[in-house]
């Protein structure tokens, strides 16, 4: 009676323990996080319940990398089933007695099994890091700390219910493989020994558990708390659409994000929520071409600086306990710059928004947010950008275009075209009953290569019947690109004028060519006023052709892989559409190519990079232009003229420009169409 008190004191005294190690260490990190700016995270319950249970109990984004896949879902729901072992394991040391449940031998099964399971699992986790060496995986004893305490974990379960059977001479059971196993090692064992063995397997059991419990929150393993929240306070707006900021207001001394406080809470819980997988990395444009540029490094980088100035404001330390999990000292926190001390200037130049990292990241973190908010800092603040950066935007404030061509040349294009073609273009003064105003974009009103894809589509919507009218000159530039780089200022002021424009002639429905323009006009323009449907070309086509509208007749004897473009796919999620024209051409052969879909590489031009030139590693657009090279196409097709000028210039740097052509979508059915 004496030693089960003794026991049960003892066991209070140490869960208590690492229960208030474990509170203190979550609780500090809530009050850093508190930090941040507060967020209006709309309701919308079901649409985030529905999310939540897809991504957290389904693992979708797991499954992306099936392999290690199938390897968290082992542990996930292995962990799960193991805590009503754990429960009666804790209540046999301390009453005598398990779980009362039905079928108890069918449970003991299903224990052991599952143990053996999530051995397999680390097994092969650990094979993966340092067998496999996969690159994303970072290796040394922090990251593989987490495989040693699962194993013994799992063998304490086994040693405690071996020493159970062999105190209480069960015989061997297929119910209970391991521990019958265990068992049978120590046959003739005493009575009082097989029990000394239950208990050290017992407290062996429960102070690895309590230990791990306190090292979670002070590690990348964290996310086993925050990552389920994060998932079910991720944003329900359309995906990628950056935002607002309030320019008018008297009190605010700076723009953008400066300092580490200036995030979001929800945005300092995703720092708090990165696995540390890489998986965000090794799929980055930027970091798999050799720029600096890491999203997990990123993401990572403004967690450590959250943690360590968090705790210089609140003088609530990270640590429990200080001796074993501190780092050493990096000097005051409170002193070091977020942009130049902790990120470079050249990372955030780096990105191309693409948003690949955030499609792979399992816990739902957004990085391209962060990067424009410190790039808003940079430019609107600090005045600082790449020159090159800094003179496309003179030139689309005071021309309406990146390269700084007359605004009155916008519509020259349309007076170029050889004669025989007859577009005859209307206005949206010539022609005010028009169904679509054709949203050319600066890429197709001023870049010779991109024009020949506003011809293409002229041609195409007349010989469907569609009603249509331009701008001309009094078009604008959509506002993206200032947007992606950081020029908030002066997106607000094209988006206003441009939206003022379309309330004039009265516009109902908008086509443009660019996926760009198409993102930026059908989800971030609303927020501004914009009651307009807005189409990207592609999706008309498609439509069209459906409809009998456009008859493709010719043959078009070509092998094509199509390229997804960033901000049509991954942004807007129009995959089928461009491939479902193709399809419908006679003689074309449609090939895939591994980086596709909502995986597609970027092409390199997004979030401004069209307008700067690259001086790190490989080009982007190369390494892109290999990979749709690799299936031996005879035409690479896209619908977005800055991918299609991209992969142009990688046939050209490749040197197959003679027998591998660009082309857009619209050109191909224009000559499947008309027999060009």
Partial sequence: MTGTLIQFLLFLA??????????????????????????????????????FAVQVFGQTKLLKDKKSGIMHIVIFYGFIILQLGALDLILKGLIDRGLPVPGYDYFTLMQEVTVGLIVLAMAYATYRRYVEKLKRLKRGWKPSIVVFFI????????????????????????????TSAWAAMFEGMSTSAATAGFYIGWWMHLLILLAFLIYVPQSKHF????????????????????ASMD??????????????????????LDLYSCVECGRCTSVCPANTTGKLLSPMHLITKLRD????????????SPWVPAMVFAPESQGNPLEVELIGGVITEE?????????????????????????????????????????????????????????????????KWVKEVDPEDALEVRTVKENPT?????????????????????????????????????????????????????????????????????????????????????????????????????????????????????????????????HDSCYLGRYNEVYEEPRNVLRAIPGVELVEQARSRENSMCCGAGGGMMWMEETAGTRVNVARTEQLLSVKPTVISSACPYCLTMVEDGTKLKEVEEHVKARDIAEILAQSVFGL
């Fill in 347 to 411: 990372e955030l130049w780096a990105c191309t928004t693409c948003r690949n990292c955030e499609d792979q990241c399992p816990v739902a973190n957004e990085h391209v947010d962060k990067i424009i908010d410190m790039r808003r800092h940079l430019v609107l603040t600090q005045g600082s950008m790449p020159h090159d950066g800094q003179r496309a935007l003179q030139n689309i404030e005071r021309q309406g275009n990146p390269w700084g061509i007359s605004r009155n040349d916008r519509v």
């Fill in 305 to 316: 600086h959250l943690t360590e100035k968090g705790a210089a404001i609140t003088s609530k």
């Fill in 223 to 242: 996310h086993i708390i925050t990552a389920p929240i994060n998932i079910l306070l991720r944003r329900t707006e359309p995906t990628g659409k950056l």
């Fill in 434 to 562: 028009f169904e679509y105003l054709f949203f050319l974009g600066s890429m197709g009103a001023y870049d010779n290569r991109s024009r020949k894809i506003t011809q293409a589509f002229v041609k195409l919507m007349k010989e469907a019947g569609i009603s249509f009218a331009i701008l001309g000159n009094e078009e604008k530039n959509s506002g993206d690109t200032p947007r992606r780089m950081g020029n908030e200022f002066l997106f607000q002021q094209l988006c206003a004028d441009n939206i003022a424009t379309f309330q004039k002639y009265k516009v109902k429905k908008i086509v443009t060519t660019c996926p760009h323009t198409y993102h930026t006009f059908k989800n971030e323009y609303p927020e501004f006023g914009l009651t307009a449907e807005v189409f990207h070309h592609t999706e008309l086509l498609d439509l069209w052709v459906k409809e009998g509208r456009l008859t493709p007749q010719y043959e078009v004897n070509e092998r094509i892989t199509y």
């Fill in 247 to 268: 320019l008018e207001d008297e009190n605010a001394e700076t723009f953008g994000v400066g300092k580490i406080e200036e995030f979001t809470q929800k945005q300092m």
């Fill in 14 to 51: 140490v869960t208590g323990l690492a229960l208030y190690g474990f509170g203190r260490v979550v609780y500090h990190r809530y009050l850093y996080i508190q930090l941040g700016k507060s967020v209006d995270l709309k309701k919308e319950a079901s649409l985030r319940l529905k999310g």
């Fill in 151 to 178: 194993m013994f974990l799992m063998l304490s379960v086994v040693i405690s219910g071996g020493f159970e059977r062999v105190r209480e001479g069960l015989p061997t059971s297929g119910f209970a493989p391991l």
